[in-house]
């Protein structure tokens, strides 16, 4: 299964506002595709990020890919 754990920008944002939450998808569905669970949110404009670091971890050992920007919310994070 080619699972990637990526962000996901959510609602209607208003301009110079994003917000995004951390998923893991199935990539061979495609970009629009269902999500497969939520692990948690990303405020870019306060730096706000909200993890579940147990859940991640458990989806990485489990051959989950990151992506770039998730490693480094990762690594600020700690």
């Known amino acids: 299964m080619a699972v990637h754990i990526r962000l996901r ?7 110079g506002k994003p917000h995004f939450r951390v998923t ?6 495609g970009r629009d595709s269902r ?3 939520e692990l948690g949110y990303y ?3 306060t730096g706000v990020a ?3 670091k147990e ?9 989950a890919q990151l992506s770039v ?10």
Do not use: Q
Request: zero cysteines; proline letters at 5%.
């Open 50 to 52: 909200v993890l579940k």
């Open 55 to 63: 859940r991640i971890a458990h989806w990485v050992k489990n051959g």
């Open 69 to 78: 920007t998730v490693k480094s919310l990762l690594k600020k994070d700690k």
């Open 43 to 45: 405020k870019p404009t």
């Open 9 to 15: 920008r959510i609602g209607k944002n208003p301009k």
């Open 24 to 29: 893991v998808f199935d990539e061979r569905k």
């Open 35 to 37: 999500m497969i669970e």
